[in-house]
């Protein structure tokens, strides 16, 4: 299968650094810049990066909203999904194991995105070890940097966008 440089480094930010405001950032330029629907595979994968970045960050309410409507718009895109690579029954799963964890105020605890694609795997391994990062652990150590990313970042490239998306 070939996929989109988007979608790899989308990969790679989810289960190498955990950079999930990235993962979100990748994906959103990409479905923009390819003027997708609203109710396309990319958005759906884009909602649970922005739900586990609130997640990690306490934010329960947000959570729960964005993984309740990525699991809704994943529900009717079983083939998408698994032409990504991606085992569909498994990330329901774990979305919905996600989702309860929310539901208890359970601690944040990243998720792997089930892969099925041996090669995208490989592909995505090497490249966070070029990154200096380990792909897929569990156990997330992100710096304050990442954690509170949409915080400490510069405004003004942001602010410029939507200047000129008024035009």
């Not at 929310?102 to 391994?125: A, E, F, R, S």
């Given at each position: 299968?070939s ?18 405001f ?8 990409h479905w ?32 729960l ?5 990525a699991i ?10 698994s ?44 490249r ?29 490239k942001?602010?410029?966008k ?6």
């Open positions: 299968m996929f989109t440089e988007a979608y790899v480094s989308f990969l790679i930010h989810f289960h190498g650094d955990r950079d999930y990235e993962c979100h950032e990748v994906l959103e330029e923009k810049d390819n003027g997708m629907a609203r109710d396309s595979i990319w958005v759906g994968l884009i909602q649970i990066a922005v739900s586990f970045y609130h997640y990690r960050r306490g934010n329960i309410k947000g959570s909203k964005l993984i309740d409507k809704h718009l994943l529900l009717y895109k079983e083939i998408e999904v032409m990504l690579g991606i085992d569909y029954e498994g990330l329901i799963e774990e979305l919905n194991i996600s989702k309860a964890r929310m539901h208890l105020k359970m601690p944040y605890k990243p998720i792997n995105i089930p892969i099925y694609d041996q090669l995208l795997v490989t592909i995505c391994t090497e966070s070890a070029i990154k200096g990062n380990a792909w897929g652990i569990l156990v997330d150590e992100a710096p304050d940097s990442i954690v509170h990313k949409h915080i400490l970042r510069k405004r003004s942001v602010i410029t939507r200047r000129y998306a008024l035009i």
